[in-house]
């Protein structure tokens, strides 16, 4: 099964006993009509992508498009990102290293070289891993997938070249390009317009000198979750171990069982049609999900328990259960929100990195798994699920 990322934002709070959290669980894994979506959990996460000309050519220019994501735990996930956007006057794409784009366009009058793409609105995607070396330029080939900025800086960027025609030659004959896209895969993102910036500075290897772009611009993309889907993609559950009592995933929390209306759109972890359902869907799209049927019908659940008070600090079991069977997960990640996170002692077996949204305030916590031991979360059955344990010391003053 292929590897994918996705994401949710929980939309309950849900409370046991005086014990109130909020969950965000995104798993690598956003109403505005502006630029200005907005992520309280997030505020300065943003995706920038930075256009930097490299070298004048006799009808246009050679640029180095660099997307940076600096979304803390948002990842870009497979099947990758997209960009599009839409040339100022009639330029076209000669070449490109590292990405292509989709569709070459009508490029009929053209003679000799015909342009790479000729289309007024080109979408470019990532290249694969595997490429060979020489359609390859640092950070690209990837198959689009970006990583979160917290998570993994190192793969949270995205590179490729565009040599491209009929342009100006110029700073002052350039025109920008318009109406610039993000899919990531799907909807969520709002790009605003390129605005032109300091040229980008280059140190050569060995540091002794600096070169800087003919010319840079910028576009900010901002996420917003409201965008990208309308309902939940996971719930929260909540125990304790001084109540047997356990506090389920609301019902309906991602959807309802409807298989009258909807038949397929979920299956009995006992079925014996679950092999076949299972592989009924791969000639569809790898992506279509089939979830177990359950109460709350969400691909994933989080379930926070409350296991040990101790006389100075208090314990908690965290388990992430996949009930998705066309899915699995790779760099899941973790967002908690909690007010006695700023005393959190020891995650046992998930890393741990305070988020700090907001000066002074450090009740958002990121867990996500430990490299080659648990960051993959398999697809829904016995192995579908990852945990681990937190140990917080008490503070009488915040939370009792």
């Known amino acids: 099964m292929e590897s994918l990322s996705s994401e949710c934002m929980n939309r309950s709070i849900t409370k046991l006993s005086s014990f109130t959290i909020f969950l965000a669980f995104f798993l690598s894994c956003s109403l505005f009509s502006s630029i200005e979506a907005y992520d309280a959990l997030d505020p300065n996460g943003n995706i920038t992508i930075k256009w930097d000309v490299i070298n004048w050519t006799p009808d246009g220019y050679v640029a ?29 794409i000669w070449s490109m290293v590292g990405a292509q784009t989709t ?13 790479h793409c000729c289309k007024k609105d080109p979408t470019v995607v990532d290249l694969l891993p595997g490429t060979p070396y020489n ?8 198959g689009g997938v970006l990583n979160s900025w917290a998570q993994d800086p190192a793969t949270a960027v995205s590179s490729f070249q565009v040599s491209v025609g009929q342009a100006g030659t110029t700073n002052k004959t350039v025109k920008l390009p318009r109406n610039f896209t993000l899919k990531a895969p799907g909807p969520g993102y709002t790009c605003g317009p390129a605005k032109i910036v300091k040229p980008t500075k280059f140190q050569t290897a060995d540091k002794r000198r600096t070169t800087q772009a003919l010319m840079t611009w910028n576009v900010t993309c901002t996420y917003s979750q409201f965008l990208s889907q309308k309902t939940p993609t996971c719930c929260v559950s909540l125990s304790s171990f001084y109540n ?11 959807g309802c069982q409807n298989n009258i209306t ?17 592989s009924a869907g791969s000639s569809k799209t790898s992506t279509t999900p089939l979830v177990q049927c359950t109460n709350h019908m969400c ?37 908690v929100q909690h007010p006695n996170f700023d005393n959190l002692t020891q995650s046992f077996s998930f890393n741990y990195k305070g988020l700090t949204p907001y000066d002074g305030l450090n009740d958002t916590g990121m867990l996500w798994g430990v490299k080659f031991y648990n960051d993959f979360l398999n697809q829904a059955g ?16 915040k939370f009792t």
């Open 244 to 254: 047997e009592t356990i506090v389920p995933c609301p019902t309906c929390s991602c």
């Open 299 to 335: 691909p994933v659940r989080i379930h926070w328990h409350v296991k040990v008070n101790y006389k100075d600090y208090w314990r908690v079991k965290v388990t992430i259960t996949n009930f998705n069977y066309r899915m699995n997960y790779t760099q899941w990640n973790l967002v």
């Open 103 to 115: 569709e070459q366009g009508d490029c009929s009058k053209f003679k000799g070289n015909i342009p």
């Open 135 to 142: 359609q390859q330029i640092a950070n690209c080939c990837r």
């Open 262 to 278: 909807q038949p397929g759109s979920c299956v009995e972890a006992d079925s014996p049609y679950l092999a076949s359902a299972i």
């Open 382 to 397: 016995p192995f579908g699920n990852v945990q681990s344990e937190l140990l917080f010391q008490k503070d009488r003053s």
């Open 64 to 92: 180095v498009v660099t997307m940076y994501n600096f979304q803390q735990y948002r990842h870009i996930q497979a099947p990758g990102w997209t960009l599009g956007w839409t040339w100022a006057k009639k330029e076209v």
